[in-house]
Each structure stands twice: as C-alpha cells, then as structure tokens.
C-alpha cells in the first residue's frame, strides 16, 4: 500500500484524473472503516473551464481549491455532499471530482448511511459516494496525504492500461459541456451516468 503524496497530486489535473482510476479512496469517519476503488473521475481546469467552481475566483465556500495539490474540496449539490481531489500548484483552483467507486471495505456500514441495500448503487455517483464514505463539509481542506480519516491510496490497485479508459464530456454541467474531461473504466457497471458513457470506445483521448 502506498499513500499518494503531493507529487502524485501536483501534476497535470488531466493527468491525475486518468490516474486515479483503480486507486483506493479510504476513510475512517467516527471509527468506521470504509473504501472503494475509483472507478470514474471528472478534471476541472484552472482555465478555459467555466463550469470549473474556481472559474469566479476564490470564495469563502471554494477556498479549499486554491490550497496545494493533496487537499480535498467538499462542496454541497441540494443538500449533499461532493468530494474533489485538489490538483496542481497552489493558487491555481483545479481539482478532480470522484464521481463514482466500487465498495471495497465498510459495505455494511455504507448501507447504513446511505439506507441502500444495493452494492452496485452505494456509491454510483457523487454524492452517493461521499455519503457511503461519511464525508462531508468537516473535511473540506483535508489533507490527503497524511493517512488520516481520509486518503487515497494503491492498495490492491487495478491495472489499467489507455484501452481500458472511456473519456467523456463531463456529466450534469450547464456550461463547457464539449470539454471531454470525464474519465471512466470502460464497462465498469459501477460507474454512473448513461448506458452509453460507460462502454467501451475505439479511439481514447
């Protein structure tokens, strides 16, 4: 097992959603031990990206996505929570959203908090996800790589190759829709969105 550190973090945003795929997102919220294996990412830009949160410039509620890469941004969608992955330099506001995992550790536990007795739904989507794990706002500005409540590490990492890898327009966004920043394992039913956004596809970005 390795937890990633800031030199994983601080490279491309593009880059650092790709490579997430098959990694493991690990939490240790009020004693409970939860994870899943990151199976759908979406990158948001520094620039050029207006459905970007950091497009208006810093706020009191997207402060966290100026930190240093390796920090987490948790921002609210009607009344649930969504987990990003800050990326890049400090200062420049670009992370990548988690948008959907396979349960690993904790299933009991996730259905519990999400009273969902569906694995393959427990953390299809965003804000699923990040109620299976128990994050919330308390973690927004968390640092990642400290292996504490929150990280994201290799362990039992999947092996994925650019074959294995659908990129999409992004899923949901009412501005910059044509940007294919969405990053999905190819057939992966645990991946959320249409039928047709998750198979598999000739050519790969």
């Keep these: 097992m390795h937890i990633f550190q800031q030199d994983f973090y601080r490279r491309s945003v593009r880059q650092v959603a790709r490579d997430l795929l098959g990694q493991r997102l690990v939490s240790t919220i009020d004693g409970r031990l939860t994870s899943g294996q990151i199976v759908e990412t979406e990158a948001y830009l520094h620039a050029g990206d207006s459905a970007c949160h950091a497009a208006r410039g810093p706020t009191p509620g997207n402060s966290s996505m100026f ?7 948790v921002y609210s969608i009607h009344a649930r929570w969504c987990f990003n992955v800050v990326t890049q330099n400090e200062g420049e506001g670009c992370a990548v959203l988690i948008r959907a995992l396979r349960p ?10 999400r009273q969902n007795g569906r694995p393959r739904d427990l953390c299809r989507g965003p804000a ?3 109620a299976a794990l128990g994050i919330d706002k308390q973690l927004d500005g968390h640092d990642l790589t400290v292996g504490q409540r929150l990280w994201i590490d290799s362990y ?15 899923i949901g966004v009412t ?3 044509t940007l294919s920043l969405r990053y999905v394992i190819a057939d992966n039913r645990y991946a959320s969105g249409p039928a047709h956004l998750r198979c598999r596809q000739t050519n790969n970005h």
């Design 67 to 73: 930190g240093p890469g390796g920090r987490s941004y």
């Design 104 to 113: 690993l550790t904790g299933v009991a536990t996730m259905m519990t908090r």
């Design 128 to 130: 699923r996800l990040s």
């Design 156 to 170: 039992d990492a999947l092996r994925i190759v650019d074959g294995q890898i659908r990129v999409t327009p992004r």
């Design 175 to 177: 501005s910059a829709e």
